[in-house]
């Protein structure tokens, strides 16, 4: 199977940092990378597709890079409601599998 | 705009059968363009894609579950199931089911509704 090495696993942050999350894929996943945002108690809400396509409605300040192993995914300036937990997930083969989580903190 | 619905036993003894049932509406299971899926975080940690099921029956499931799941459908009554045998405190979790749309013929897509997730505790 894939391994999805995901980092940091957690990140402490002040409004209007921009902030990085990198993910690596243990084999090429090509662009078959998805990012995902939680907050608590709530199931994911997908941001990022094709490892830099932005989801229907999703503010422009979340950007995602990469191909291959290696992405990226960068909010360019921390708002209040971006305090969450960030997941990446490969779909180049089933089993699908996701990174091990972010978790984005107030400073 | 679908809408997903978990059910099924909140307790769990070890070494019994969990199951729990996903009723869909505003949207059909039989739709070719989606695969329906079950998911499962443990508290305080990442997702697991347990497995999948597409409307023609053919189901996936992760290696790593594979000898104790089984996933179905009842498009009668527009739902899918999962059931997990065996079960042991390492199977507690809040388990989702989840819909994957497809975009692209190389299977783009991504989970873009997902029922609200039932957590599920193992214990005696």
């Not at chain 2, 023609?56 to 009842?74: C, E, F, Q």
């Amino acid at each position: 199977d894939i391994q999805m090495t995901q980092s940091p696993s957690s990140l402490s942050a002040s409004v209007g940092d921009r902030v990085t999350i990198t993910c690596q894929a243990s084999q090429d996943v090509n662009n078959h990378l998805n990012w995902y945002q939680q907050k608590p108690g709530k199931a994911p809400k997908v941001l990022i597709y094709g490892a830099s396509t932005l989801a229907t409605g999703v503010p422009s300040r979340f950007s995602g890079r990469g191909s291959g192993t290696d992405f990226t995914f960068t909010i360019s300036s921390l708002q209040p409601e971006d305090f969450a937990t960030y997941h990446c997930q490969q779909y180049n083969k089933v089993p699908y599998i996701f990174g091990q989580g972010t978790k984005l903190e107030i400073k | 705009q679908v809408h997903l619905q978990e059910s099924g036993p909140g307790l769990v003894k070890p070494s019994q059968t969990l199951s729990l049932t996903c009723t869909v509406s505003g949207g059909s299971i039989s739709s070719s363009s989606h695969y329906w899926s079950w998911i499962r975080q443990p508290a305080g940690k990442g997702l697991e894609w347990i497995g999948r099921i597409y409307t023609s029956g053919s189901t996936n499931y992760n290696p790593s579950l594979k000898s104790r799941v089984t996933i179905s459908a009842d498009t009668s009554k527009n739902q899918f199931s999962l059931k997990l045998t065996s079960v042991t405190a390492a199977d507690t979790a809040v388990y989702y089911c989840a819909r994957w749309g497809v975009i692209a013929a190389d299977g783009t897509g991504w989970f873009d509704s997902w029922g609200q997730g039932t957590l599920v505790t193992v214990s005696s």
